[in-house]
């Protein structure tokens, strides 16, 4: 099994004197949302989905649903996802998620009219791997999402993710048919030695094959994930990466670092523990060096991982839109956000367990569906926490007089301490006075500004699932 990646011999800067609150490293957490799954809680209560959403807007909701089955795992992966499907389960997952739709649309429209018109403004399909599902089966997929919630994917951004196995031309071109927008293809690094490093058992020749396909079926906007930090990872082969997914002009690029977590496959073979100073040396270098080479060549920076090519055409949602109120999540690795709870099934990294709760989820009749389950309330200061959190991890900031509009204060007031530390680390941008946002520094530290932002008792509930 691969070994937790090493630094090549380069020389370190010296640390920035460590700051109470912030962590050691610049990579303690991904915060893709908050309060992450691990946070959630049983709900002894369930409370019924047609209460949670009786008062809610519905007139610009965003509809998710969650596909929990890969051709494989990569080593670095810890998402709610399995490996392969027996006969059969694909086919009765398709059957829980048509239930499921129907009970959570209904309970949608158990507010009446006072709540205004259900309309969904934007769809997006994730997982595991979407594209794991046959052309007929994604089909059905998206009749899911047609007929059962309403959602009019041919008239609002539809983004999909894929891998290159499974971006096969039958697949696309039903996705490209049913209106998606947006493709987003998983490809990591178009090195071979760096894939297999990585635990990602596929070829360059694949790659781009795929990339071919999709360019083929004509779908708007193309994404490519890249990662940085592979053990044996140097700036030439980054950017040999970097230059071969620039050759396809992709719309979007995403560069993520890697991350060695407990239960993936290259955290089971590692012996690290804790932050290791020379590796976040090394993936700070590879992410500058990938962020100035983009900007070169006429890319914008969205967040630290994000960037758009200028001018492209926008073919989903801004990268923080998943996480904003009125998220509809289908599927037993979806999350829902109402501006009170957000909510969800169980969750896990470990094989059995996933296993364990997708077997659940099949299982599940209407009338259970018709209530939450898992979730986490999302009031008072973590409202304030999460709309700070998700906004200051964007590059263009946020403006403060929304924020005290929304609050009755601002974010000095409500987050004293840590904004002073993120100051005094020259992670914010003092140019326009009218908006808080990161400076350079601070977006290339994202994954240390976001976890600092957490709240005691999410950090505590986190912890707590992690000994569990």
């Known amino acids: 099994m691969t070994t937790a990646p090493t630094a090549p011999a380069i020389p370190i800067i010296p640390a920035i004197p460590a700051i109470p609150g912030i962590p050691s490293t610049p990579y303690e957490s991904y915060v893709y949302a908050y309060p992450h799954k691990t946070a959630y809680r049983p709900l002894p209560e369930r409370p019924a989905l047609a209460g949670l959403w009786a008062d809610e807007p519905k007139g610009a909701l965003s509809l998710y649903l969650h596909i929990p089955f890969c051709e494989v795992r990569c080593g670095f992966c810890n998402l709610f996802t399995r490996v392969g499907a027996p006969d059969g389960l694909t086919t009765a997952y398709l059957d829980a998620l048509d ?24 769809a997006a399909f994730g997982g595991g791997t979407p594209t794991f599902l046959t052309a007929a089966e994604l089909d059905r997929l998206c009749d899911i ?16 993710e894929a891998s290159p196995a499974t971006a096969t031309a039958d697949r696309l071109e039903v996705l490209a ?8 293809l998983g490809v990591q690094s178009f090195d071979d030695t760096e894939a297999r490093s990585a635990v990602r058992p596929q070829k360059r020749a694949e790659v781009e094959a795929a990339l071919g396909r999709i360019r083929d079926a004509a779908i708007p906007v193309l994404n490519i994930d890249l990662i ?11 950017r040999r990466s970097l230059d071969a997914a620039l050759a396809w002009r992709p719309e979007e690029l995403y560069l993520y670092p890697l991350y060695v977590r407990p239960g993936t496959g290259l955290g089971r073979g590692s012996a690290q523990e804790g932050p290791a100073p020379a590796w976040d040396e090394q993936r700070l270098r590879l992410y500058r060096h990938g962020r100035d080479h983009l900007l070169a060549h006429g890319y914008e920076q969205v967040s630290m991982r994000m960037f758009r090519r200028a001018g492209a055409p926008a073919g ?24 009170r709870l957000h909510y969800s099934f169980d969750y896990a990294v470990g094989m059995q367990r996933i296993r364990a709760i997708i077997d659940d989820y099949v299982a599940t009749d209407a009338a259970a ?13 973590e409202d304030r926490r999460r709309h700070l959190l998700q906004s200051l991890l964007q590059a263009e900031g946020m403006e403060l007089a929304g924020y005290r509009a929304r609050f009755g204060g601002g974010p000095r007031e409500h987050f004293p301490a840590e904004l002073a530390a993120f100051e005094a680390r ?10 808080l946002r990161l400076s350079a520094d601070g977006l290339a530290h994202s994954d240390a500004v976001g976890p600092t932002l957490f709240s005691a008792g999410v950090r505590a509930a986190m912890a707590a699932y992690e000994r569990t």
């Open 99 to 122: 239930r499921q739709a129907t009970a959570v649309r209904a309970a949608l429209e158990a507010g009446g009219e006072g709540s205004g018109p259900i309309r969904f403004a934007a």
């Open 145 to 160: 999402a047609e007929r059962r919630m309403g959602a009019d994917l041919r008239a609002v951004p539809l983004s999909v």
């Open 177 to 184: 048919a049913r209106g998606t927008t947006r493709l987003s």
């Open 228 to 238: 940085y930090g592979i053990d044996g990872q140097t700036e030439l082969s980054w």
């Open 316 to 339: 989903a949602a801004d990268d923080h839109a998943c996480q904003t109120d009125g998220m509809v999540g289908l599927g037993c690795g979806a999350r829902s956000y109402t501006a």
């Open 369 to 381: 569906f018709a209530h939450a389950q898992h979730g986490w309330p999302v009031t008072g200061d």
């Open 426 to 435: 020259g992670w914010l941008d003092g140019t326009d006075p009218a908006r």
